[in-house]
């Protein structure tokens, strides 16, 4: 199976872009619920907790997890690429969201190929929301500073949003008031931004919302779920040798850390149809 790993239930926008770009792979979604948000958290515990929810997929027989949510992979991938896949699991495979998201940002098109760059064309602003962690770990200024240094980058902390997402606040004065904190300052700049991601799962559940604030059609909101299966499409055609390693019957199992019933209620809410969750425990890797 491929897992996908979210930090909660907003990472389900992540897995619902894969089925619908690549429906026939099994998938295995786990959502650490229990102890979300990781945004507020520190590197080290973002770390030790996305590496327990990495090592419990590949026990579960994914070969391949893909880490839907941004903190994680700002905060904990290139370690786990660079150094713990060598050392434990050499044969198996993390991919993220920031790469891909960047790439994007920087107006790349999904079929662009691997170390491609758009130096000459990209110019203008650009913005990031994200939470704590992420737009702390300057992850997208790194790779955005690779892809298109012509750009100027505008990053947006929004601490509170996975929190009222999670409890189910999607629009509403509280939802707008925190919504107008977050963006107005962005939208009220001289040079205001051409292209707005989404940089944390969650949030395309407020796109309405942000839409709403957002009024001039012509910036662009980036949703990651499009931008991800899009880029695994691709990934997957690089790499025949993990296709062949993946099962393909069409099956999904859900898990999350906190109540599975409440959690399969967020979930359908989400994707539209009832799932069966279960609840796991993850423990401390050595």
């Given at each position: 199976?491929?897992?996908?790993?979210d930090?909660g239930?907003?990472?389900?926008?992540?897995?619902?872009?894969?089925?619908?770009?690549?429906?026939?792979?099994?998938?295995?979604?786990l959502?650490d619920?229990?102890?979300?948000?990781y945004?507020?958290r520190?590197?080290?515990?973002?770390?030790?907790f996305?590496?327990?929810?990495?090592?419990?997929?590949f026990?579960?027989?994914c070969p391949?997890?893909?880490?839907?949510?941004?903190?994680?992979?700002?905060?904990?991938?290139?370690?786990?690429?660079q150094r713990?896949?060598?050392?434990?699991?050499?044969?198996?495979?993390?991919?993220?969201?920031?790469?891909?998201?960047a790439?994007?940002?920087?107006?790349l098109p999904?079929?662009a190929?691997?170390?491609?760059?758009?130096?000459?064309?990209?110019?203008?602003?650009v913005a990031?929301?994200?939470?704590?962690g992420?737009?702390?770990?300057?992850?997208y200024?790194i790779?955005?500073?690779?892809?298109?240094?012509?750009?100027?980058?505008?990053?947006?902390?929004?601490?509170?949003?996975?929190?009222l997402?999670e409890?189910?606040?999607?629009?509403?004065?509280?939802?707008?008031y925190?919504?107008?904190?977050y963006l107005?300052?962005?939208?009220?700049?001289?040079a205001?931004p051409?292209?707005i991601?989404?940089?944390?799962?969650h949030?395309?559940?407020?796109?309405?919302?942000i839409?709403a604030?957002?009024?001039?059609?012509?910036?662009?909101?980036?949703d990651?779920?499009?931008?991800?299966?899009?880029?695994?499409?691709?990934?997957l055609?690089?790499?025949p040798e993990m296709t062949?390693?993946?099962?393909?019957?069409?099956?999904?199992?859900?898990?999350?850390?906190?109540?599975?019933?409440w959690?399969a209620?967020?979930?359908?809410?989400?994707l539209?149809?009832?799932i069966?969750a279960?609840?796991?425990?993850?423990?401390?890797?050595d």
């Amino acid at each position: 199976m491929i897992g996908v790993f979210d930090s909660g239930f907003g990472g389900l926008t992540v897995l619902d872009a894969l089925i619908q770009r690549l429906p026939a792979f099994d998938y295995f979604y786990l959502g650490d619920s229990a102890r979300a948000p990781y945004g507020a958290r520190s590197p080290d515990v973002i770390y030790e907790f996305t590496r327990e929810a990495v090592e419990f997929l590949f026990d579960a027989g994914c070969p391949l997890v893909i880490l839907a949510c941004n903190t994680a992979s700002a905060r904990a991938l290139r370690t786990l690429q660079q150094r713990h896949l060598p050392a434990r699991r050499p044969d198996h495979r993390i991919l993220g969201v920031v790469r891909p998201s960047a790439e994007a940002l920087a107006g790349l098109p999904p079929e662009a190929p691997p170390g491609a760059v758009a130096r000459e064309s990209a110019t203008g602003t650009v913005a990031v929301l994200g939470t704590t962690g992420t737009i702390a770990s300057d992850s997208y200024r790194i790779e955005l500073a690779k892809l298109a240094p012509g750009l100027r980058l505008v990053q947006q902390s929004c601490p509170l949003l996975v929190p009222l997402v999670e409890e189910g606040e999607l629009s509403g004065p509280g939802t707008d008031y925190f919504l107008h904190k977050y963006l107005d300052p962005i939208l009220d700049a001289t040079a205001p931004p051409e292209r707005i991601l989404l940089a944390c799962t969650h949030y395309p559940l407020l796109v309405t919302s942000i839409r709403a604030v957002v009024d001039d059609p012509a910036i662009e909101l980036l949703d990651q779920g499009e931008i991800v299966a899009s880029r695994l499409a691709r990934w997957l055609a690089r790499h025949p040798e993990m296709t062949t390693r993946l099962t393909q019957t069409g099956a999904r199992r859900y898990a999350t850390t906190d109540d599975p019933q409440w959690f399969a209620a967020r979930a359908a809410g989400l994707l539209g149809r009832a799932i069966a969750a279960e609840k796991v425990h993850l423990h401390s890797v050595d």
